[in-house]
């Protein structure tokens, strides 16, 4: 059984920086794929940011390139998500996903936090 708990969300100015923290609970750290979503009030569920299980690769939405910073601690079974210069339109709730490779969709998700920043 895998679950997912982000914590680090909260309110901050535009410009500002928030560091978002998911703690894995389950077997094999490791070995899954890790993401972060985010869904704006009124809007669809979108990608932000993704890490391979070696943290060898990452890749990121074009909207947050260049800000956001995904990274993972495999001793400690957590993945983070750095943003810097935030900009209202990064208001969203922002989620933690797993996926097991080959399989290509994720399949856990943590409960959420929210990121609000402030014009």
């Known amino acids: 059984q895998v679950q997912l708990v982000e914590s680090g969300g909260g309110l901050v100015q535009a410009g500002g920086s928030l560091r978002l923290s998911c703690a894995f609970a389950?077997?094999?750290?490791?070995?899954?794929?890790m993401g972060w979503f985010r869904q704006a009030p009124g809007k669809e569920r979108e990608f932000v940011a993704a890490?391979?299980?070696?943290?060898?690769?990452?890749r990121y939405a074009d909207s947050v390139k260049g800000r956001f910073t995904i990274s993972r601690d495999n001793a400690k079974n957590m993945v983070d998500l750095q943003m810097n210069s935030l900009k209202p339109e990064d208001t969203a709730v922002y989620y933690c996903?797993?996926?097991?490779?080959?399989?290509?969709?994720?399949?856990?998700w943590g409960q959420g936090t929210q990121v609000t920043v402030s014009s």
């Open positions: 389950g077997r094999f750290f490791s070995i899954y794929n």
């Open positions: 890490i391979d299980r070696s943290a060898g690769s990452t």
């Open positions: 996903a797993g996926r097991l490779p080959p399989i290509a969709e994720y399949g856990y």
